[in-house]
């Protein structure tokens, strides 16, 4: 492939977030070629491959086994992940695999050993990541308007739906922290950094005490900042977060799905004076599948999506631990994975 041919790249699951946004961010991007869509149903294949002008592929394992994909987006449930991470990777496919990947430390780890060893891209989506408004506020914080930073406060939750959706579903890896409060905590390290320590969590459950609806994290860096994370599943919608310095704070509200065509706010206020700070709009999933291609293109771009994937998975993994989480939601220890493809 030369640098200028576009990645042939596919799609693990006729999924929901494919449908609505990704694969149509896949068919703007340039340096991408979709070129099939997988499914375990070959009507579902079929209605993706008919909308998106693409192949229908019946069977996930299929798909893998073709050598005219050199990329593949993973949009399985949470509980998938891992396990479709590792099929693709060890045939030879660039991986972006949706949020959340893992709630394994050691599993994160692996994956990107496998990726670095095999000379493949491995990111995970959080696609908010790439929108512009994020830097705006770190501009912002870096130009002095905030003082020193304090406290960020971030907030995802959404009100129920069907329950027979895959976020409730215990066995898939649903749950609050994995669908919503992955994006707070994830927010929590573009401010907080590498040093970041999860000082205490809580998760509230179900009815039936198995997948948990809502929770609160507290962290903090190693100079006092702290961030409060709220997330849940059972929540008037809400997507936001506020960083609060010695001398000003900004507001971001659409933080982590603001519409692709509309421009967003940022509030800043310091003392009296409130400013309201446009930010161009912009399509945040065409911009993470665009860095995506730039990893697949550029191994000097890949180390850095990876290490996120491996610091996103112990930020998870710690909270589950601080909140003591009931067996099912524990990532398993090291060493006693199954290196398993689901049929
Ligand atoms: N980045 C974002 O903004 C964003 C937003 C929403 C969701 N997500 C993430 O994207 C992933 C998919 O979420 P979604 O809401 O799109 O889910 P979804 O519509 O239920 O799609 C999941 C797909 O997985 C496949 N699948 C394989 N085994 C399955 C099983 N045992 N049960 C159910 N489905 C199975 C199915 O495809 P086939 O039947 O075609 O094989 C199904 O269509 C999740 O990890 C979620 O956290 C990300």
Redesign the pocket.
């Known amino acids: 492939m030369s640098d200028t041919e576009p990645t042939g790249i596919a799609v693990l ?6 449908w609505r ?1 990704t694969i149509p961010a896949l068919l703007g991007c340039p340096r991408l070629r979709l070129v099939a869509v997988a ?3 070959p009507d ?2 079929r209605a993706f491959a008919d909308r998106f002008g693409c192949e229908a592929v019946t069977g996930y394992e299929r798909l893998l086994a073709r050598d005219d994909i050199a990329a593949v987006y993973i ?4 509980a ?2 891992e396990a479709w991470a590792e099929a693709a990777l060890r045939a030879g496919k660039h991986v972006l695999v ?3 990947l893992t709630v394994s430390t050691a599993a994160a780890q692996h994956l990107a050993r496998l990726a670095r060893e095999r000379g493949l891209a491995f990111m995970e ?3 908010f990541l790439h929108h512009p408004q994020h830097q705006r506020v770190r501009d912002l914080v870096a130009e002095g308007a905030l003082g020193t930073p304090r406290v960020l406060t971030a907030s995802f939750g959404i009100p129920r739906a069907d329950p027979a ?3 409730y579903s215990v066995p ?1 890896a649903g749950g609050a922290l ?2 919503t409060g992955c994006y707070p905590l994830r927010a929590a390290q573009l401010f907080l950094g590498d040093g970041l320590d999860v000082l205490g969590a809580r998760l509230g459950y179900d009815e039936d005490g198995g997948c948990d609806m809502s929770g609160s994290v507290l962290l903090a860096d190693d100079t006092g900042l702290t961030a409060q994370c709220d997330f849940g599943l059972d929540h008037a919608y809400r997507n936001t977060y506020a960083l609060w310095g010695s001398e000003g704070r900004v507001e971001v509200d659409w933080a982590f ?1 603001p519409p692709p065509g509309r421009p967003t706010l940022l509030r800043l206020r310091r003392g009296e004076h409130t400013e309201d700070i446009t930010v161009p709009a912009a399509d945040q999933f065409l911009r993470a599948v665009t860095a995506f291609a730039e990893a697949c293109a550029d191994p000097a771009a890949r180390a850095p999506h990876a290490a996120d994937a491996v610091r996103q998975a112990t930020v998870l993994a710690t909270v589950l631990d601080r909140a003591g989480a009931p067996a099912p939601a524990r990532p398993e220890p090291a060493g006693t994975r199954r290196s398993h493809v ?1 049929g």
């Open positions: 699951g006729a999924a929901d977030i494919a946004r499914s375990r149903t579902k294949a949009p399985l449930p949470n998938l992940h949706e949020k959340s989506n959080f696609a959706l895959i976020r898939l994995r669908e799905t689901p």
